[in-house]
């Protein structure tokens, strides 16, 4: 059984930064490609970020292009968001998940089989 824990939400003013990470246990998730998502009150939940297993390819939604950045460290089992530049309509609910099977980044929610339980992220202005 694999968990994901994410850290380090909060609350933080526009054009500020914040890093969350997602720590997963129960289970190497090494092989397999890791993604952020969000959702905003009263919004369905959406792709932010993805990467591969080794960290090597990267993919965002446009929305956050150039301002967010996704890693991970695979010795530690965690993967991370770097925020900069935030903006108030960042502010939501922030989920990581897990793929088993997929080695390439992919937005699709359908294709990851794991989620943390979700850590809020408040832009104030």
């Known amino acids: 059984q694999v968990q994901l824990v994410e850290y380090g939400g909060g609350l933080v003013q526009a054009g500020g930064s914040l890093r969350l990470s997602c720590a997963a246990s129960g289970r190497t998730l090494s092989s397999y490609a890791m993604g952020w998502f969000r959702q905003a009150p009263g919004k369905q939940r959406e792709f932010v970020a993805a990467i591969n297993w080794s960290g090597g390819i990267t993919s965002y939604a446009d929305s956050v292009k150039g301002r967010f950045t996704i890693s991970r460290d695979n010795a530690k089992n965690t993967l991370y968001l770097q925020f900069n530049s935030l903006k108030p309509e960042d502010t939501a609910v922030y989920y990581c998940?897990?793929?088993?099977?997929?080695?390439?980044?992919?937005?699709?929610?359908?294709?990851?089989?794991?989620w943390g339980q979700g850590t809020p992220v408040t832009v104030s202005s």
């Open positions: 998940a897990a793929t088993v099977g997929y080695s390439s980044p992919t937005s699709f929610e359908t294709r990851y089989s794991y």
